[in-house]
């Protein structure tokens, strides 16, 4: 992972496979009773972890696939 801080705004370069083991962690986080009770909170965070899951899916998606698809090859 690369982070790049301008001022109070911070852009991240993920690899692939950082891509999927986020995408993995927000779906996670979104059925654990974990989370913040304050409702406030609750919804920046599920909101949070919505965008995250929504606009990397088809990244961490295509990763799974990869991934499937070699341990297939190994197995033959």
């Not at 599920?46 to 090859?73: C, N, P």
Request: aromatic letters at 4%; one cysteine or more.
């Amino acid at each position: 992972m690369k982070v790049t801080h301008l001022e109070r705004e911070h852009l991240l370069c993920l690899s692939s496979e950082e891509v999927a083991l986020l995408v993995d962690l927000c779906h996670a986080a979104t059925f654990s009773d974990m989370l913040p009770t304050e409702k406030e909170t609750q919804r920046r965070l599920k909101r949070f972890m919505g965008e995250v899951q929504t606009s990397l899916h088809d990244t961490a998606q295509l990763l799974w696939k990869e991934k499937q698809h070699r341990s297939k090859l190994r197995k033959a």
